[in-house]
């Protein structure tokens, strides 16, 4: 059975960094709407899933372990079932 490839702190952070064109160790523990809103549009591309996030787990993002915590359990929920190239891997 094949399980889904979960995002971490560090792919998190790298996708920060890539939207600010900033080092990673620079990108801030505390994340803005804009920030939130790319980073779910990207996790949508790199997981070729489409994010149902409801307006409160959006509103409850407010760290880099928050998004973290909630685009994993995201992920989980639109990869249940799937099988293919959106983030799921073959054991």
């Known amino acids: 059975m094949s399980t889904p490839v979960l995002p971490d702190r560090a792919e998190v952070v790298a996708m920060l960094a890539a939207f600010g064109q900033r080092p990673a160790e620079s990108v801030p523990e505390t994340l803005g709407s804009l920030e939130l809103t790319w980073l779910t549009a990207e ?3 790199r997981y070729a899933i ?3 996030l409801s307006d409160e787990q959006f509103e409850a993002v407010r760290t880099v372990n928050d998004a973290v915590a909630v685009l994993r359990e995201a992920v989980l929920a639109a ?4 099988d293919g190239p959106g983030g799921v891997t073959g054991s």
């Open 79 to 82: 990869g249940a079932g799937a």
């Open 43 to 45: 996790f949508e591309q």
């Open 50 to 52: 489409e994010l149902e």
